[in-house]
């Protein structure tokens, strides 16, 4: 049973444009969630984090928006980049401290120049 | 440099010739964790260890073992290799109870076991 969900394999963008990335999660323990980037041929890189507490985290182009009610986060990039062509994945951690990092399959974004 | 470095990034194998994939990490960091990545299932956690000499299974277990001797160091270990654990490993650590900074992760190994 998937607990967290990325229904878009992939997403084409143009350059300059905004890129929205989703995911969705069925485990209501779930408190804090990431989203990490993979390059091919590279392990995955920490991107963005936001905690159940809060709404919104913004770090320069990335910003991560969480909807509790509906289970749902998003990733905004904006402006899109061609180097922001990657994999993305979200993940997310339950309460406990087990640090244990469920991931969704994964969303390919190409961002066309 | 703060880094998760696995060796070696690239293994063929035979079925059922054991294989020892070693993860080091020079961040001093308590949790470590194995990833499989594999088309279509995104990445799944094989085990984890959160100290020296805890581990634990993740959620794909069976034909891997895992040992925690050392903080730094936690070796994937196929005792009996099967053409189902062809895939694309891959190690992790965090600080422990340290969520604002996520995993690191190493570059990955891709094994192929024919």
């Known amino acids: 049973d998937q607990q967290v969900k990325q229904n878009s394999p992939s997403l084409s963008v143009q350059e300059g444009r905004i890129s929205i990335l989703n995911c969705d999660y069925t485990?209501?323990?779930?408190?804090?969630f990431l989203w990490y980037k993979k390059y091919p041929a590279e392990g995955p890189t920490f991107l963005i984090s936001i905690s159940s507490i809060k709404d919104k985290n913004e770090d320069g182009r990335f910003t991560v928006f969480l909807n509790k009610s509906a289970k749902h986060l998003s990733l905004h990039i904006v402006p899109s980049q061609p180097g922001d062509s990657a994999v993305y994945f979200c993940?997310?951690?339950?309460?406990?401290?087990?640090?244990?990092?469920?991931f969704g399959k994964g969303t390919k974004l190409t961002v066309n120049p | 440099e703060a880094q998760v470095t696995q060796n070696p990034r690239y293994l063929i194998t035979v079925t059922g010739k054991k294989l020892t994939v070693t993860c080091s990490q020079n961040m001093n960091h308590e949790y470590m964790s194995w990833y499989r990545q594999d088309p279509g299932l995104g990445l799944r956690q094989i085990y984890y260890?959160?100290?020296?000499?805890?581990?634990d299974k993740g959620d794909v277990p069976e034909g891997y073992k895992v040992s925690r001797k050392e903080k730094r160091n936690f070796p994937l270990i196929l005792e009996s290799p099967s053409p189902n654990q062809t895939s694309l490993y891959f190690c992790?650590?965090?600080?422990?109870?340290?969520?604002?900074?996520?995993?690191?992760f190493g570059s990955g190994t891709r094994l192929t076991v024919v």
């Open positions: 992790a650590s965090s600080p422990y109870l340290d969520r604002g900074y996520g995993y690191t």
């Open positions: 993940a997310a951690a339950a309460q406990g401290g087990s640090e244990k990092l469920v």
């Open positions: 485990n209501s323990m779930f408190d804090y």
């Open positions: 260890s959160m100290n020296v000499e805890v581990t």
